[in-house]
């Protein structure tokens, strides 16, 4: 059963949210792997260093 889009709403768009959401959950579940977030904090000088304030690279 197939519902029409409300008036305003692009389809591309939502279609277009969802992949986002999709690569947002994904990402997520993988740093959930040891072996992959890991690899996440072993990367020195990233700019997601930077940008998270220093919090979480090391000198």
């Given amino acids: 059963m197939s519902r029409l889009p409300s008036p305003g709403r692009l389809v591309a768009l939502d279609?277009?949210?969802g992949?986002?959401?999709l690569i947002v959950l994904v990402h997520h579940v993988s740093m959930t792997a040891p072996a992959v977030s890991a690899?996440?904090?072993s990367s020195s000088g990233s700019s997601s260093c930077?940008?998270?304030g220093?919090?979480?690279c090391r000198p």
């Fill in 54 to 56: 220093g919090r979480r």
């Fill in 39 to 41: 690899a996440y904090e």
């Fill in 19 to 21: 992949v986002a959401a």
């Fill in 50 to 52: 930077r940008s998270a």
């Fill in 15 to 17: 279609s277009l949210r």
